[in-house]
């Protein structure tokens, strides 16, 4: 089992920032992503990360404003955020799965946390 717990939401004015922490325990896991959900929409999918951090995926509308990095030493996910928007705010969830290669496929994740909440004030 792997559990995953998230840190570093709050409250930002737009055009602040927020860095967002996952801590993984448990069985070993390789990939990683960021998802989050917005008050009356879907999950989507924000940013994913490879088992040794090569490789990155990102969501058109966080490009370029947040930054996914992985600390495999500390067992530790990271989403820096930049630049927020009001439509960045969400609940941001941290996945994981058992395959070494970044996907922005929700549905091939097997671990999840249990969110974070950000909100960005206008």
């Known amino acids: 089992q792997v559990q995953l717990v998230e840190s570093g939401g709050g409250l930002v004015q737009a055009g602040g920032s927020l860095r967002l922490s996952c801590a993984a325990s448990?069985?070993?896991?390789?990939?990683m992503g960021w998802f989050r959900q917005a008050p009356g929409k879907e999950r989507e999918f924000a940013a994913a990360?490879?088992?040794?951090?090569?490789?990155?995926l990102y969501s058109d509308s966080v490009k370029g404003r947040f930054t996914i990095r992985r600390d495999n030493a500390e067992n530790t996910l990271y989403l820096q955020m930049n630049s927020l928007k009001p439509e960045d705010t969400a609940v941001y969830y941290c996945?994981?799965?058992?395959?070494?290669?970044?996907?922005?496929?929700?549905?091939?994740?097997?671990?999840w946390g249990q969110g974070t909440q950000v909100t960005v004030s206008s």
């Open positions: 448990g069985r070993t896991i390789y990939s």
């Open positions: 996945a994981a799965r058992s395959l070494p290669t970044a996907t922005s496929n929700e549905y091939e994740y097997d671990y």
């Open positions: 990360i490879s088992e040794i951090g090569a490789s990155t």
